[in-house]
């Protein structure tokens, strides 16, 4: 986290591992500023992701899979690693304002 | 006359069969199992093939030895099921199977046309798995006569079945290099999409120091894109590049393709269960045991033999009208080959992490976990034998399902 940070987030609790510790926080523009601070500028395609972590939240109460994501819309592995760098479902749980996908064992 | 159908009879789906045959009653109950092969494969022994530790002559016996006289076993493909009508297509002579009871036991298997690349060119040339024993016979041909070079052992992405095999493989190849006097020619690498050695952090510090004392390179979140086999590299997403002169590769591991063609599974194709009890989310009649749950715990025999005492009491519970008891705890354990005859043994569930201490084996331990000695490494190799002989009958094991706490650390 190098870039600057919006006045948005700080009154918002993040955990150790800067993921959200309530969802039900989250705004887009909060969304939009944790990306930025991630020296991330978001577009449609991001938002694809990022509604669909959203939504597969809201039914299952975990943040989706890589897998489940790719599957799921039309952004392709290929893509979603260009779109968030690292580890594509971490960072975008992170933007999303979710949790940290449970790891795999 | 009532049917308890089992899909598979791999490890899970023939201890189901030998345990329920003891419990149903013959003149109400019939128990019918399925699968497509008719050879039982013992999984873990495909790690010591590519070495000539073992050949596929000690991991191959037939399906058939394995199950009572009164279960019926139907050879043929599985070709669609079908929940809300309670019934099952076979591919073999178009038959219908209708069923009270069904247990899916369907596994996991490999899928290397996952990852672009990888089945083209190199393919059991200088690029192999040993998930399967065609794979890991095809390496110990190559292996038997490599003069040494760049071994490079990747997994795909996760979760896997086994998820120590491929470390366990990397200190058995240290080893064989050993062994051959070659070591020195040979410069071992493993990529992982996982942040370190292996998915539990405390698991993951000791068997990363395993990995640099013997120097073996370790390249982590490596997420591989593509086999590049014209060039003999692999190249990660993020356009990370690794050379190699043999490839060994753990390919997507996914649930059975039944699974997905009858609408049943995740993402992978694993079938959502509840995790404590074993019955499917959607169908109180359609009950899950071993790889082919959702279940997040280790993918592992060690696994389905925990859940089996749990799987037949809830089955036996329904069958009665009582409540499912929310009983599996997550538990899975596995002993490590290390190589120079050692081993480790981890144990850990749902909660609790691997745990230093000594394993409690009534008759059979003490066993070191997470330590390497001496004594590990026989408890695999004797596994095979109690694997053939007692745990496919469902017989009791030295082990308990419920993870015990006593003889760790904590
Ligand atoms: C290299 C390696 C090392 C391992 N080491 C260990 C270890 O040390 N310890 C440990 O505990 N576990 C180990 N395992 C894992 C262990 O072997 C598996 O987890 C275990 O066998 C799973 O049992 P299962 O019944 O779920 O599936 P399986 O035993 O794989 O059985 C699934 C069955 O379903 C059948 N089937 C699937 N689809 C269909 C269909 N459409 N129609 C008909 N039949 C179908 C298949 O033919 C198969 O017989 C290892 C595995 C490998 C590959």
New binding site residues.
Partial sequence: MTNQISPLLQSVEFDAEGFMTDPNAWTPEIGSAIAQALGITLTDRHWLVINFARQEFAATGQPPTLRKITKSTPVDTKEIYQLFPGGPAKTAARIAGLGKPTGCI | MKTLLI???????TMTANQMARHLDPTEWKIII????EN??Y??G??FIPFGIYTSGDVIKPKRNFLPPQVEMIF???ELIEPDENRVRLTRQNRVIHYDYLVI?????LVPEETPGMVDGGWRKNVFD??SVDGATALNRFLKFWKGGRMVVNVVEMPI??PV?PLEFIFLADWFFHQRGIRDKVEIIFATPLPGAFTKPRASAILGNMLSERQIRLESEFNIMEVDAGNNLIRSYDNREIPYDVLVTVPTNMG???IERSGMGDELNYVPVNKHTLQSQRWENVWV????SNAPTS??????HFQLEILIENLLRHMEGLDPLPKFDGHAN??IESGFEKGILIDFNYDVEPLPGKFPLPGFGPFSLLKESPVNHWG?MM?RWIYWNVLLKGEEMPFESQMSMAGKWS
Avoid: M, N
């Avoid at chain 2, 399925?34 to 092969?37: C, G, I």
């Fill in positions: 899909l598979g009879a791999g490890t899970g789906g399925v699968d497509r092969d039982h494969y999984q873990p495909f790690l043929s493909d599985i036991a369907t596994g996991t298997h040993f998930y079945k086994c095999a059975a393709d039944v045991i071993g790889d082919a993918k592992a025999g060690s696994v389905a596995c002993f695999k596994f």
